[in-house]
């Protein structure tokens, strides 16, 4: 493999990717579905409780859990929802 691509090479490997993704989602059934939304949720409330703990240094879960939910609640501040 070339260890430095061009753009487009790069391009062309991102829409490869991307269409893969897409393919296999679209072949996934709505149980599947929803076992990988509910799978990717857990990763991402594991990835927040480990930056939480390591930017404060936080040595317990416990005390990490709540570093989250002081976060989400600034985010639910900012981001309110729009209603049509």
């Known amino acids: 493999m070339n260890p430095d691509p061009s753009r487009s090479e790069l391009k062309a ?16 059934t ?19 409780l480990d930056g939480a703990r390591s930017q404060c240094n936080l040595l317990s879960d416990a005390e990490g ?7 989400l609640q600034s985010l639910r501040k900012l981001y309110k929802p729009v209603v049509t």
Do not use: F, G
Not at 32 to 48: C, F, Q
């Open 13 to 28: 490997l991102q829409d490869a990717i991307y269409a893969d993704k897409v393919k296999r989602a679209r072949a996934m």
């Open 30 to 48: 709505p149980d599947e579905r929803l076992d990988e939304a509910l799978e990717l949720s857990n990763d991402i409330y594991t990835w927040m």
């Open 65 to 71: 859990w709540i570093e989250v939910q002081r976060r």
